[in-house]
């Protein structure tokens, strides 16, 4: 009899829950753990074509590499960040270029308008240390990105002056000259020579240092006035600035070109975002772009030096100032003086 009654109650009660229960085949998702979502579902990557897919996929897999020669055997390699950018439908939009000398705060800009936008910004070179941070776009070089960042001082334009056989890079890039993006516009950031100069070579000793991130190197004394290396990079990166210039401002001639001075854009980061969204066609309001750079972004804007001597001889100097007075009407129209 007992047992009899204890049976029909359980019967009474499985069967009482199973009625409360929804006639569902969906997931329960009353669980407070979330599906992870794929990297690919977050960047976009849909929207890329299939070359950007294959600069994509190699830039990838040179990132992992990279990560497993700087990674001791006992430590886990970092896993890549939730992207803070997507992709775009860039497939009828011609690429636009962030054109720099080296050292002049391109990947500083870049991450100032992926802050901003929440669009990625793309690049012609794979750098496994910015890959594997912040800039998931790094390689691809279509309109899928914000921006493309390069520096070329004889990029390819949609309206270009070279025929593709008289190209100066046509003969240098050979079978690569296909993967070369044609610029239909540019925004072009310009630095003090004095300052890109000194900001390069910290990098190129960071790159060849124990640092992972050789964008925000300092190099000492002895990089400079002791380094044979140092005198030979002054005179020919000196010509390379200037010759950047010319590229841009003046044998371009069909492409728009937006100048932003490195100087102007440290002062008021906002205005200069503000200034180069309205020049994409993707206008923001000033407010909107203070409320998002608030934080700032630093991870990949390298400081001053305080270093307490003067990288350049009185010699190199003069060297510079001689190549410099070259571009003078130059400098005068975007009013920067060598």
Not at 38 to 48: A, G
Not at 51 to 57: A, T
Not at 105 to 117: E, H, I, P, S
Not at 166 to 176: A, D, I, S, V
């Amino acid at each position: 009899g007992l047992a009899t009654f204890c049976t029909g109650l359980l019967l009474y009660s499985l069967s009482s829950v199973d009625s409360a229960r929804p006639l569902s085949t969906s997931i329960d998702t009353s669980s407070d753990k979330k599906e992870k979502v794929p990297l690919h579902v977050l960047l976009r990557t849909d929207r890329l074509g299939q070359e950007d897919w294959l600069h994509f996929k190699y830039c990838a897999k040179r990132t992992r590499r990279d990560q497993s020669l700087h990674t001791r055997e006992d430590v886990q390699p970092k896993p890549l960040p939730e992207p803070i950018c997507h992709f775009m439908n860039g497939r009828k939009r011609h690429p636009v270029a962030l054109a720099s000398f080296p050292g002049s705060g391109n990947t500083w800009l870049r991450g100032l308008l992926q802050k901003a936008t929440g669009v990625c910004t793309g690049g012609v070179y794979c750098d496994p240390p910015l890959r594997s941070s912040e800039f998931p776009g790094d390689s691809v070089r279509s309109g899928a990105v914000l921006v493309v960042k390069t520096h070329d001082s004889s990029p390819r334009w949609v309206n270009g002056r070279y025929s593709k056989q008289h190209h100066p890079n046509f003969k240098l890039y050979g079978e690569r000259w296909k993967s070369i993006p044609v610029f239909g516009s540019a925004v072009f950031l310009v630095r003090s020579p004095f300052e890109a100069l000194v900001s390069e070579w910290n990098r190129l000793i960071g790159e060849n240092s124990t640092t992972r991130n050789s964008h925000v190197t300092q190099a000492g004394p002895q990089h400079f006035r002791e380094h044979e290396g140092w005198d030979r990079f002054v005179t020919a990166q000196t010509m390379e600035w200037v010759k950047m210039l010319y590229s841009y401002l003046v044998l371009n001639h069909h492409n728009p070109v937006l100048t932003v001075r490195y100087e102007d854009l440290l002062a008021d980061p906002a205005q200069q975002v503000w200034r180069i969204l309205n020049f994409l066609e993707m206008p923001m309001s000033r407010t909107d772009i203070e409320q998002r750079l608030w934080v700032g972004y630093e991870e990949f804007h390298r400081r001053k030096s305080k270093a307490g001597f003067d990288h350049f001889t009185a010699e190199q100097r003069g060297r510079m100032q001689a190549i410099l007075q070259n571009a003078t009407h130059l400098l005068d129209s975007i009013g920067m003086r060598g």
